[in-house]
């Protein structure tokens, strides 16, 4: 595939762009769905588990998992710029895919397998460390595995494609354990004790065994199936001595780009948003939709199809009206129409919950909004893949890892505040750690939602106001591969002389 265009009116040299195989493009989605499986866990279960199953108090569950994802986050960008300088005979990337593995599997299991009889004090530092401990193994695999995609190809359009390959598994991953639990595992966790199989901590210890496994099918697969692609992927720099200094310098200039603060800062409010959404989730389908086990599998499972239309989607509006512009509009609509459901309730515009038609309308707006909203992440992902060429011509290096590592400091450091937030809303609520649906009042029901919808709108239009500031076109990326191969060929004559 071939980019012939030109900038200013100017012809320009014929700039030839990769195009990945189909095979390369599902063995590098694919590696999302041990992200996926983690995200869903720590996103939707792991708050609930510790603190309305297990008994621990919820805000120890959430200051444990802020902490957890601050020791993580402050460990990236070191990750990054490690990823992108490793000097070994399979390339810079996977050597950390293959490394990460074993251990992700085998400290997830842990996870959700807590000591019995332990006071809070305790509970709270198991959850702490393993946690921690599972965050950075992620960390270590999937830094560096995100990182391939710029390299894997540059054209503009693929690296949607990729994204949107990416997306696909890592959401269709993670959903698949979430209707797993509510359609399987909670129900056949019941017992005369226990009515309600999610509260029963056997099902979650059997779910971390079945996601475990999971997660190293998951990182293998991936690794193994890119391996071929390691002869083809961007060499390391030159061997050279690196000293702490050396190091924050280069990661400080690579990171001080425009359209690159614009991505990042927008991704703060993003994340925060991202995170309280998650992590109040299934208190809203449980407490104040007062949904069963099996009505929250099916919401659930419209997911799957939410991941087909944002991965099909994205793609058509990278080519048509391009990614910054289609990500703009494809957010607005996403996140204005989210709390949509809860507000129509608070306006008492929909009927009462034992009514049919509540559930089959959160249904189908969560399935087309979770899909828009899918869209949108895939579009803002490629935007950051774009970010590469044009550092690489301010600083002469290929930094995809640390522009990646970047990204995710971001989502952890930050998007820990979301969790933590929920757990004072939870409290500011009235609602108590193992609280009962049936015997939670109406008050405390409405107050949650009152309290939530004006926190997530905000969040999410600041996002969205500070990531059209991003500069990064077409056009502009062409430019730069144009006068990357300009400098590259300069090179090479000179090289002759």
């Known amino acids: 595939m071939s980019v012939d265009s030109t900038a200013g009116g100017a012809p320009g040299p014929r700039i030839e762009t990769t195009k990945p195989s189909l095979w390369t493009k599902v063995s590098y989605g694919f590696g999302a769905v041990a992200f996926g499986v983690k995200d869903n866990g720590f996103s939707y279960f792991l708050l609930i588990f510790y603190s309305q199953v297990i008994g621990l108090d919820a805000r120890l569950v959430g200051i444990a998992l802020f902490l957890s994802m601050c020791f993580d986050a402050f460990f990236d960008p070191i990750l990054g710029y490690w990823s992108d300088n490793l000097r070994s005979k399979w390339g810079r990337r996977h050597p950390f895919m293959y490394a990460a593995a074993i251990p992700i599997a085998a400290t997830y299991f842990l996870l959700w397998s807590p000591p019995k009889g332990w006071q809070d004090f305790h509970l709270f530092l198991y959850l702490l460390g393993l946690s921690t401990l599972v965050r950075m193994l992620i960390s270590i695999y999937e830094i560096p595995s995100t990182a391939l995609a710029p390299e894997l190809t540059d054209d503009y359009d693929e690296r949607s494609s990729l994204q949107a390959y990416r997306s696909y598994f890592g959401w269709t991953g993670g959903n698949a354990m979430s209707v797993f639990n509510f359609i399987v595992l909670f129900p ?8 309600n199989g999610q509260f029963n901590p056997e099902a979650y210890r059997a779910y971390g065994m079945i996601g475990s496994g999971l997660l190293l099918i998951s990182v293998l697969a991936s690794a193994i199936g890119t391996h071929s ?82 991965a099909v989607l994205a793609p058509i509006v990278s080519r048509t ?16 129409g989210s709390p949509m459901p809860i507000v129509l309730r608070l306006l008492g515009v929909l009927p009462d919950n034992s009514s049919p038609l509540v559930f089959w309308f959160v249904f189908f707006t969560t399935m087309i909004d979770v899909g828009l909203i899918i869209c949108f992440q895939i579009l803002s992902g490629s935007m950051m893949a774009d970010l590469v060429e044009q550092a690489e011509i301010k600083t002469g290096r290929r930094s995809e890892g640390v522009f990646f590592a970047a990204s995710a400091f971001i989502r952890k450091v930050v998007g820990s505040i979301g969790p933590l ?77």
């Open 421 to 497: 937030a929920a757990t004072f809303i939870l409290t500011i609520a009235g609602l108590k750690a193992g609280a009962d649906p049936s015997q939670v009042s109406q008050e405390t029901v409405l107050r949650l939602g009152m309290f939530y919808v004006p926190a997530i709108l905000t969040l999410w239009m600041i996002m969205l106001a500070i990531m059209s500031t991003y500069t990064i076109t077409r056009g502009g990326h062409e430019a730069n591969l144009r006068t990357l191969a300009e400098m590259k060929g300069k090179e090479g004559d000179g090289g002759d002389d």
């Open 188 to 195: 056949l966790f019941v017992t005369t004790a226990i009515p």
């Open 321 to 336: 009206i391009g990614k910054k512009k289609g990500a703009i509009i494809i957010g607005l609509i996403a996140f204005l």
């Open 229 to 310: 692609r390691i002869a083809h992927l961007k060499p390391a720099p030159p061997k050279r001595r690196l000293g702490p200094a050396v190091i924050f310098k280069e990661i400080f200039e690579t990171l001080s780009n425009r359209s690159f603060l614009a991505l990042f800062i927008s991704a703060i409010f993003g994340s925060i948003a991202g995170g309280l959404s998650a992590a109040l989730a299934f208190f809203f389908y449980a407490y104040f939709w007062d949904f069963t086990t099996q009505q929250q599998g099916m919401i659930t499972s419209g997911v799957f199809v939410s991941a087909i239309i944002g």
